[in-house]
């Protein structure tokens, strides 16, 4: 597996925490010694990397910091690795061989790939589809910028009903869309549907 992904944006850093890449399993270890994380898809996938700094690439901070998946998540577990996001903020965990995918505005995961090679050839075959790209290419097509270490809020969130009726669109910085996607989870987690 590599990560020599269309419309890249930019590359981790030298890889300086060979202890978390030592746990990460195969074949993204691999994938990482060649290339230490990136954003592709021009800001609508984030692949972490084995580093310490930025925070917002850290693979450590992801997985063990005190942002970490599982402590924001009930439905993230502690072992499941936190090896990328897309554009809006809902992230891809590795649990096992298998990819999941957690819906951040809703906390609700689901698998979304049996192994990691089966996932991002799916990525490189259907990007829109496998990413939900839309909101991020409506953005820039628009002739927004987003960053390095950004992420596109969307307003109203797209769980609820008014988001039917359009959203706003605005890049803030990846710790803030984090925080917040995390808040809305946990405020509607025990909301029935609708």
Not at 39 to 59: D, K, M, N
Not at 156 to 163: D, G, L, R, T
Not at 187 to 192: G, N, S
Request: charged share 25%.
């Amino acid at each position: 597996m590599h990560l020599d992904l269309p419309h890249l944006t930019w590359s981790g850093p030298p890889i300086d925490d060979e202890d978390i890449l030592a746990r990460v399993p195969e074949p993204l270890r691999g994938a990482l010694r060649a290339r230490n994380g990136c954003i592709a898809y021009r800001g609508g996938f984030h692949v972490r990397g084995a580093c310490r700094e930025p925070a917002w690439h850290s693979l450590r901070e992801a997985w063990e910091g005190a942002g970490a998946f599982h402590l924001l998540y009930e439905e993230v577990l502690e072992t499941d690795v936190p090896f990328a996001e897309d554009g809006l903020g809902d992230q891809f965990v590795l649990r096992g061989a298998e990819v999941w995918h957690l819906w951040a505005e809703t906390g609700e995961i689901e698998l979304k790939s049996p192994t990691l090679e089966i996932f991002m050839a799916e990525i490189i075959e259907r990007p829109t589809e496998a990413l939900s790209l839309e909101p991020v290419t409506a953005f820039l097509d628009a002739g927004q910028d987003l960053k390095p270490g950004q992420l596109l809020m969307a307003y109203p969130p797209f769980c609820v009903a008014q988001s039917d009726q359009g959203v706003t669109l605005t890049a803030v910085s990846t710790p803030e869309r984090r925080e917040f996607l995390a808040t809305i989870a946990r405020q509607i987690h025990d909301l029935p549907d609708g």
